[in-house]
């Protein structure tokens, strides 16, 4: 059993930078592949990035690529998702996930653990 913990979000303004965090709980943390997705108001879940289990696999949306990095700790069972160049059509929750697999997978349903989610709002 894996427990993930989403930290990190605020408001912030259009440009602008955030850096989200995700605790993980557990000695197989380094075994497991993460992602993180969100979700905006009136829309479904959606795939943001992940990070295989080595960190030698990574793939992100299109909509974010350049601008968002994905990293891992493993040894302080973290996962990161750094934002640069902010737009307000990020706002969303976002969550992160872990698989036991450990490929690193696009599909949420794909994924074995969530977290509860944090808020990023970008002001334009």
């Known amino acids: 059993q894996v427990q993930l913990v989403e930290s990190g979000g605020g408001l912030v303004q259009a440009g602008e930078s955030l850096r989200l965090s995700c605790a993980a709980s557990?000695?197989?943390?380094?075994?497991?592949?993460m992602g993180w997705f969100r979700q905006a108001p009136g829309k479904e879940r959606e795939f943001v990035a992940a990070?295989?289990?080595?960190?030698?696999?990574?793939y992100y949306a299109n909509s974010v690529k350049g601008r968002f990095t994905i990293s891992r700790d493993n040894a302080k069972n973290t996962v990161y998702l750094q934002m640069n160049s902010l737009k307000p059509e990020d706002t969303a929750v976002y969550y992160c996930a872990a698989q036991r697999v450990g490929i690193a997978s696009l599909q949420e349903r794909e994924y074995d653990y969530w977290g509860q989610g944090t808020q990023v709002t970008v002001s334009s």
């Open positions: 990070i295989s289990w080595s960190g030698g696999n990574i």
């Open positions: 557990g000695r197989t943390f380094r075994s497991y592949a």
